[in-house]
């Protein structure tokens, strides 16, 4: 029975090693995870419909989805744990000639499972062969209402819609927000955005010296859509224009806007990003690679700087495309800068990728004509040496 169980060495997370009030220091998140942990106390006495547990990375919901699997199974109760991109792996694997068990066999095995464990929900690949199977097994779980445990990162209203329905169901499911959605405290400026804490609508400077009425009215035109997108995020907003026109102080506004607001929003650079994805393979490491990636992928609001300016490897261009298309599918609001003409965008860009940055049903991408602010500092800085204008732009 512990062999079907799949748990691995997941049979360390017992009841007995759980803290009942979690982990975290905020008695609002302390009281949360008391409640689900008491959900997840009487699921295992009594395995009864489908127990739903959300939250974010590392606040302790495998760890409780675990504790009922190795409960049940101490009491000679069978119980199957995987994790949906596991599954979708093995069902893939399972058409290959060397497959231990024949794809039907595993499939039927996981649908008619007793109790279902089912880890990660949401941050597996959203291909239409992936989504198909998740609908086919949950929809016959659904049906025959199959005791079920559900674990996911992903917010529930971000889910495909047939699977919200389902784990949505009063009549079947309860729903545990093991923490608040994204603690804020994940969302914040970190040292190295020091630059970017400065730039607020209000030190930017659409009227700017030495600008043509065009130039003048593009970048008011510019500033008013990054203001409006900061009230009331929505789609994509795309600035693209030369290093130094202003679209990175427009983005950094748009977060330092929904801060103000208590808003989670997270500002990433692009080649930075990457940089920190590789390193987290070290074993020196103090974040893992998933919860990075999974924290970059499902952000509430995201903002991806210098978008382009990373190097064009092959797994970059992977991991860009497995969040673009993730966070395009789950039209989740997004800020993306790039030195990037429209026209490079369409022709330099890999279709996969520029087909959503351009796709004007979710996507607003405006080209800032502005010139190099620098120009105007310099030209400032000569003519007043003692009150030189400074910190007004991106």
Not at 214 to 238: D, T
Not at 368 to 393: E, F, N, V
């Amino acid at each position: 029975m512990l062999r079907y169980s799949n748990l691995g060495s997941l049979t360390r997370f017992t009841f007995d090693n759980l803290l009942p009030q979690g982990r975290s220091g905020n008695p609002i998140n302390q009281e949360q995870f008391r409640r689900a942990y008491e959900a997840a106390k009487a699921f295992a006495a009594e395995a009864k419909g489908w127990l739903i547990l959300a939250g974010p990375s590392g606040c302790g919901k495998t760890h409780l989805a675990a504790a009922i699997a190795n409960e049940r199974v101490s009491h000679g109760q069978p119980a199957f744990f995987i994790s949906t991109p596991d599954l979708l792996e093995r069902l893939r694997s399972a058409f290959g000639p060397n497959s231990e068990i024949p794809y039907d066999e595993f499939f039927d095995r996981v649908r008619n499972a007793p109790l279902l464990l089912l880890d990660d929900l949401g941050a597996q690949t959203s291909t239409p062969w992936a989504k198909e199977k998740l609908d086919q097994l949950l929809n016959h779980r659904f049906n025959s209402e199959l005791p079920t445990v559900i674990v996911t990162t992903t917010p529930i209203e971000q889910l495909e819609d047939r699977i919200r329905s389902r784990l949505t169901d009063p009549n079947l499911c309860h729903i545990y927000a093991v923490e608040e959605k994204q603690a804020l405290l994940e969302y914040s400026w970190g040292p190295e955005f020091e630059l970017q804490k400065s730039m607020t609508f209000d030190k930017f400077d659409w009227r700017r010296v030495n600008l043509l009425p065009e130039q003048r009215q593009n970048l008011e035109q510019a500033f008013r859509l990054a203001l409006s997108f900061a009230k009331s995020p929505e789609g994509w907003l795309v600035f693209m224009g030369i290093t130094g026109c202003g679209k990175t102080h427009l983005a950094a506004a748009i977060a330092n806007y929904r801060y103000q607001a208590n808003q989670p929003v997270l500002f990433v650079v692009v080649p930075e990003f990457l940089d920190h994805l590789r390193s987290t393979f070290s074993p020196e490491s103090k974040v893992s690679y998933d919860q990075l990636f999974e924290r970059v992928k499902t952000a509430p609001l995201l903002i991806l700087d210098d978008f382009g300016e990373q190097s064009t490897t092959p797994w970059a261009r992977e991991k860009l495309y497995q969040v673009i298309n993730y966070r395009y599918n789950a039209r989740l609001a997004t800020v993306i800068t790039t030195r990037y003409s429209l026209q490079e965008i369409l022709e330099e860009i890999e279709d996969s990728v520029s087909s959503r940055l351009v796709d004007i049903k979710i996507s607003t991408p405006f080209n800032i004509i502005a010139p190099d602010y620098r120009g105007d500092l310099r030209s400032s800085q000569k003519k007043t040496p003692r009150t030189g204008r400074k910190g007004r732009w991106s």
